[in-house]
């Protein structure tokens, strides 16, 4: 596509639940990072994935998160048993490659509640 | 340890009236710094990288500027729509990924 798209935009959830988050990034870009953005913070990474792997994990705050990629596409960030602190935006980026020197291109994020 | 620090946290300008933003950033061999600027509701959208120090960037009433400690980001004549929060990110060292800043948030009164 002509951007980064994520889904939903808004997702309201009850704690505990388990909540989904989608990225769908630039065609043909090979490298896909999650972020988040709580209020008053800067971006926190998450992950990074190279094709359909994950090099680097280190940024997930808890065994609570998980995330995905299939056919070096569509990635797909999991939060089970939601907490309040998980609220936040939660944003993705795409790159051509996984050398950051050219930059990343980000979706509009998903903001997630947890009441 | 790679960080990022930006200043002011908030700035508030009347319409014409230039100012600059500073990125200090450590990092053991930085391979770029980037300036984005973020809308409410949205994503962070690119404005510059810049690759050494020395090096200039412009855009329309912004100029990007780099040392081998900070940044600045020199707003000329700022309009309302200018308003908005600048990020700064920086690439380098053993990471693999843009390490942020907390931003500036610049609001422009007419």
């Known amino acids: 596509g002509a951007g980064v798209s994520q889904s939903p935009s808004n997702k309201v959830t009850e704690k505990g639940k388990d909540v989904e988050l989608r990225c769908d990034p630039i065609?043909?870009?090979?490298?896909l990072y999650w972020y988040r953005q709580s209020l008053g913070q800067g971006l926190e990474f998450l992950i990074y994935f190279q094709g359909n792997s994950a090099p680097d994990k280190s940024g997930l705050p808890s065994d609570r998160f998980s995330a995905e990629r299939t056919g070096g596409s569509v990635s797909t960030l999991t939060i089970q048993r939601t907490q309040q602190e998980d609220s936040a935006v939660y944003l993705c980026?795409?790159?051509?490659?996984?050398?950051?020197?050219?930059?990343?291109?980000f979706g509009s994020g998903t903001r997630l509640t947890v009441v | 340890e790679d960080q990022v620090t930006q200043s002011p946290e908030a700035l508030r300008l009347q319409e014409g009236e230039s100012s600059s933003l500073n990125c200090s950033y450590t990092v053991s061999g930085l391979r770029g710094l980037f300036w984005y600027r973020q809308d409410p509701g949205k994503g962070p959208e690119f404005l510059f990288t810049l690759y050494s120090a020395g090096e200039e960037k412009e855009k329309e009433r912004l100029k990007a500027t780099l040392t081998k400690k900070e940044s600045f980001l020199h707003i000329t004549a700022p309009k309302p729509e200018d308003s908005a929060t600048y990020l700064c990110?920086?690439?380098?060292?053993?990471?693999?990924?843009?390490?942020f800043g907390t931003g500036t948030l610049l609001a422009v009164q007419p």
């Open positions: 065609s043909g870009h090979t490298a």
């Open positions: 990110a920086v690439y380098g060292g053993a990471t693999n990924k843009l390490i």
């Open positions: 980026a795409s790159s051509m490659t996984g050398e950051g020197v050219y930059g990343y291109t």
